[in-house]
């Protein structure tokens, strides 16, 4: 393997262990382990700042609209090919749990594609705009969503303004 075949293996290293610590920092605040929960939460900043350099070594950080169309590749190349297999194999194996998983993620994809290509469309113009997620699929909503959540109904007050 080549150090650039490393560093894409060590991207996604650290990339996982950011999100696994992130998950663990949470259960361990819902079990009332705050300061083990602030050291998952520090680990997971090591991480990031681990995971950003080997990005940046490889040559993956671009111009913005470089970066705008390689979101739009990656998230396009989710709903469309990924995510189908994905939930046909949960399907076949019964695995309920994971295809919708799976589902709500694969329609996440495809919102996430559209905004992207909206923010290309719109480079420079610079108007303001929130963003709300929702905290049980991920559906990214522009402004404050009124209802409940069209991906997987959990009501708007789960949905949560990203700065």
Same mark, same amino acid.
């Given at each position: 393997m080549s150090s650039k075949d490393?560093? @894409? %293996? %060590?991207?996604?290293?650290?990339?996982? /262990?950011?999100?696994t610590y992130l998950a663990f920092a949470k259960k361990a605040d819902d079990e009332g382990y705050s300061q083990i929960a602030k050291l998952f939460r520090a680990? /997971?900043?090591?991480?990031?700042? =681990? %995971? *950003?350099? =080997?990005l940046q070594r490889m040559g993956g950080i671009g111009t913005t609209m470089d970066n705008l169309k390689e979101a739009i590749n990656g998230e396009t190349y989710e709903f469309e090919s990924m995510y189908p297999k994905f939930i046909e194999e949960a399907k076949t194996e019964g695995d309920n749990r994971a295809q919708w998983s799976f589902e709500v993620a694969n329609k996440v994809e495809r919102i996430h %594609?559209?905004?992207?290509? #909206?923010? *290309?469309?719109?480079?420079? @113009?610079?108007?303001?705009?929130?963003y709300y997620v929702c905290s049980v699929c991920g559906h990214t909503h522009e402004? @404050? +969503?009124?209802?409940? !959540?069209?991906? !997987?109904?959990? +009501?708007?007050? @789960?949905?949560? #303004?990203i700065d």
């Open positions: 490393n560093l @894409k %293996a %060590a991207f996604t290293g650290e990339s996982m /262990a950011n999100r680990a /997971a900043a090591a991480e990031t700042v =681990h %995971a *950003l350099n =080997h %594609a559209g905004l992207f290509e #909206k923010a *290309l469309s719109e480079i420079g @113009k610079n108007e303001e705009v929130d402004g @404050k +969503p009124e209802s409940n !959540c069209p991906v !997987c109904g959990a +009501p708007a007050s @789960k949905f949560e #303004k």
